[in-house]
């Protein structure tokens, strides 16, 4: 029974680590237009908390800008250019192209508590804060990190024969 604890204590991070890998990629990402024709599209729609909104410049010399000061920074003209946000939390979220907005270039972003069902994106949508996004975050790091102590700790075993 003893020689059983640390091929579980092993198998458990091994496990974790790849839950902590994979569960950050459930989030789901929502793509904003800036287009040529002064428009975000779609401009106003809802989305779930931890979704990501990706804002992709179509065409035209634009930056987006939220209420809250979260921006993507100086205005570009450079098709493909993207800026990304998630939202980390529930509420309403305006945002502007400052080049544009006196041409109506605005919209409104919804973060639900819970998911929103199909919101247009299969169950959320999408955006990201410096460094707060899924693809920033240290969960799936340290979800690796989990991955590999349990793949050392089962070799090791193996080698001294704790473990068949």
């Known amino acids: 029974m003893r020689r059983c604890i640390p091929r ?3 198998l458990a991070a091994l ?3 790849v839950m902590l890998v994979i569960v950050p990629a459930w989030a789901a990402t929502k793509t904003v237009k800036l287009t040529v024709d002064n428009q975000f599209q779609p401009g106003t729609f809802e989305v779930a908390v931890g979704d990501t909104v ?7 010399f634009h930056d987006v800008k939220f209420a809250d000061g979260v921006s993507s920074g100086a205005p570009v003209g450079d098709v493909g250019t ?6 980390d939390a529930a509420g309403t979220f305006a945002y502007v192209c400052t ?7 605005a919209g409104t972003i919804t973060v639900a508590a819970q998911a929103s069902g199909d919101a247009g994106t299969g169950g959320g949508g999408a955006g990201t804060l410096p460094l707060t996004g899924p693809e ?5 790091l340290g979800g690796l990190a989990l991955m590999i102590v349990g793949v050392v700790v089962l070799l090791r075993l193996r080698r001294t024969r704790v473990i068949g």
């Not at 990706?54 to 035209?60: A, D, H, Q």
């Not at 080049?99 to 270039?105: F, I, K, P, R």
């Not at 920033?136 to 799936?140: A, D, I, K, R």
Request: proline share 3%; glycine share 12%; aromatic share 12%.
């Open 8 to 10: 579980v204590a092993a």
């Open 15 to 17: 496990l974790t680590g």
């Open 54 to 60: 990706n804002f992709v410049w179509e065409g035209g």
């Open 82 to 87: 993207s800026f990304a946000r998630t939202f």
């Open 99 to 105: 080049v544009h907005e006196a041409l109506g270039m």
């Open 136 to 140: 920033e975050s240290l969960l799936p």
